[in-house]
């Protein structure tokens, strides 16, 4: 408990640092509340702006979505359902998901963990009516790996295999977010924290992710990449203006964040390139996308597009890292199969 008042003291002394978070804020008041009063709504028509004149995208914001990442094979060609499909999907999205169902004995309903109750199923589909939040190429489908990548992928996957599939030798052997150090930048939509707040200073954007409460200050001045040798978890991102999309481009990724579950862009590494568009449609709507450059991982660019809604504050927090038991669970319940397998093999 007390390193976790350390940590997010620290979050909150890092933003009014810079100025993103009014002093008032760190000692009660709702940063949200008090941003609202400087940008009032604007008039129909007319784009919301921050005091200092910048379009303003500030707020929390959900992307939870039932869309797919990539187009169904039997939805080929079919770019946007009709009212009665989306319907439909939603419904057999929705039973199929249902982690209170009790069918498929003991092992089906422990794999299903927390009940339905926790889980964000979310309702983009709605309002998009895409069969795939991937729009471009327009078959809907991440393009293809390189060749190297695949060589990449192979020698991963015989790695895991020849150390029996799902090794847990240590803490290292688990992904970065089974270890709490990140669920990486963009987000795609998961089962539950779908959030993001966004913050506007002089020269200034900064977005706190929900999940392990991570947050990405962008500045906006114009300056250059960090240099090619240092390598960041979320990147290293730059933005700036065009017109009232905020344009942020993003290098310098951590080839680790190929050990990623939760990597946006599954097999790319530290030549990930990610510009992200973020638009205000309206006073409950942020038309977000993100495309994905990496020659070395894909054969070529792809785009997502993920509408962002407004929703609910405030953010709770994610106390990943208090304990961890998840991290403790899964090496003891190694060993405890470890020590099975070689009680099996005594005479």
Same mark, same amino acid.
């Given at each position: 408990?007390?390193?976790?008042?350390?940590?997010?003291?620290?979050?909150?002394?890092?933003?009014?640092?810079?100025?993103l978070?009014?002093?008032?804020?760190?000692?009660?008041?709702?940063?949200?509340?008090?941003?609202?009063?400087?940008?009032?709504?604007? *008039?129909s028509?007319?784009?919301?702006?921050?005091?200092?004149?910048?379009?303003?995208?500030?707020?929390?914001?959900?992307?939870?979505?039932?869309?797919?990442?990539?187009?169904?094979?039997?939805?080929?060609?079919?770019?946007?359902?009709?009212?009665?499909?989306?319907?439909?999907? =939603?419904?057999?999205?929705?039973? *199929?998901?249902?982690?209170?169902?009790? &069918?498929?004995g003991?092992?089906?309903?422990?794999?299903?963990? +927390?009940?339905?109750?926790?889980?964000?199923?979310?309702?983009?589909i709605?309002?998009?009516?895409?069969?795939s939040?991937?729009?471009?190429?327009?078959?809907?489908?991440?393009?293809?790996?390189?060749?190297?990548?695949?060589?990449r992928?192979?020698?991963?996957?015989?790695?895991?295999?020849?150390?029996?599939?799902?090794?847990?030798?240590?803490?290292? &052997?688990?992904?970065?977010? =089974?270890?709490?150090?990140?669920?990486?930048?963009?987000?795609?939509?998961?089962? !539950?924290n779908n /959030?993001?707040q966004?913050?506007?200073?002089?020269?200034?954007?900064?977005?706190?992710? =929900?999940?392990?409460?991570?947050?990405?200050?962008?500045?906006?001045?114009?300056?250059?990449?960090?240099?090619?040798?240092?390598?960041?978890?979320?990147?290293?991102?730059?933005?700036?203006? $065009?017109?009232?999309?905020?344009?942020?481009?993003?290098? /310098?990724?951590?080839?680790?964040?190929?050990?990623?579950s939760? /990597?946006?862009?599954?097999?790319?590494?530290? /030549?990930?390139?990610?510009?992200?568009?973020?638009?205000?449609?309206?006073?409950?709507?942020?038309?977000?996308?993100?495309?994905?450059?990496?020659?070395?991982? +894909?054969t070529?660019?792809?785009?997502?597009?993920?509408?962002?809604s407004?929703? $609910?504050?405030?953010l !709770?927090? +994610?106390?990943?890292?208090?304990?961890?038991?998840?991290m403790?669970?899964?090496?003891?319940?190694?060993?405890?199969?470890?020590?099975?397998?070689?009680?099996?093999?005594?005479?």
């Amino acid at each position: 408990m007390r390193n976790r008042s350390f940590a997010v003291m620290g979050a909150v002394q890092a933003l009014i640092t810079v100025g993103l978070l009014a002093p008032s804020a760190a000692v009660g008041q709702n940063p949200t509340a008090a941003k609202a009063k400087a940008a009032p709504v604007a *008039k129909s028509g007319a784009t919301r702006r921050t005091a200092d004149g910048q379009p303003d995208l500030q707020g929390i914001w959900s992307y939870s979505t039932m869309t797919p990442l990539e187009r169904p094979s039997d939805l080929a060609g079919k770019e946007f359902f009709t009212e009665k499909e989306v319907a439909d999907y =939603e419904k057999s999205l929705l039973e *199929k998901g249902n982690r209170d169902r009790r &069918d498929g004995g003991v092992e089906a309903d422990l794999s299903r963990a +927390y009940n339905e109750l926790w889980y964000d199923s979310g309702s983009h589909i709605v309002k998009t009516h895409r069969t795939s939040l991937v729009i471009d190429p327009p078959d809907g489908r991440i393009p293809a790996f390189t060749p190297e990548a695949q060589k990449r992928m192979a020698a991963r996957a015989e790695d895991r295999r020849r150390r029996g599939g799902d090794p847990a030798d240590s803490w290292e &052997d688990r992904n970065l977010g =089974e270890r709490c150090i990140t669920r990486g930048a963009p987000k795609l939509s998961g089962g !539950y924290n779908n /959030n993001v707040q966004i913050y506007q200073a002089p020269g200034y954007v900064a977005i706190q992710q =929900e999940m392990i409460h991570e947050t990405r200050i962008i500045p906006l001045d114009g300056r250059p990449h960090l240099p090619a040798n240092i390598h960041l978890w979320l990147g290293d991102s730059r933005g700036h203006w $065009e017109g009232n999309t905020l344009v942020v481009d993003t290098t /310098n990724y951590s080839d680790k964040i190929i050990s990623n579950s939760f /990597n946006c862009c599954r097999g790319s590494g530290e /030549n990930l390139h990610v510009i992200e568009r973020f638009t205000r449609v309206d006073a409950e709507t942020i038309d977000y996308q993100f495309t994905v450059d990496d020659p070395t991982t +894909y054969t070529k660019p792809w785009t997502v597009s993920l509408p962002m809604s407004r929703a $609910e504050g405030p953010l !709770y927090e +994610y106390a990943c890292h208090e304990g961890n038991y998840g991290m403790t669970n899964l090496l003891s319940g190694a060993r405890a199969l470890e020590k099975a397998a070689a009680d099996a093999k005594k005479p």
